[in-house]
């Protein structure tokens, strides 16, 4: 159930993310769910750097998800 569950987080933050920054943007269902779970990794690590609590690399919730992955998806749209 684990990784079903990162799947499907990863999707919704994805496309929320790319509804954000890219909405013109053509991106797979892969793609979608690729950029999600990185934007879980990215949030987490800064959430766990803000927090105090060192700089772990560690999934976030769907919030932290989301706003990892809008940073991703800006950083690249800025390297188009």
Do not use: H
Request: proline share 1%; aromatic share 2%.
């Amino acid at each position: 159930m684990g990784v079903v569950a990162w799947i499907v987080v990863g999707l919704i933050a994805g496309f929320l993310a790319r509804v954000v920054v890219r909405p013109g943007k053509q991106m797979g269902c892969l793609g979608t769910i690729a950029v999600g779970l990185a934007g879980s990794v990215v949030g987490g690590t800064l959430a766990n750097s803000l927090a105090g609590r060192g700089s772990d690399i560690a999934a976030a919730g769907l919030g932290g998800s989301i706003l990892g992955a809008i940073l991703i998806l800006a950083i690249a749209r800025m390297l188009d």
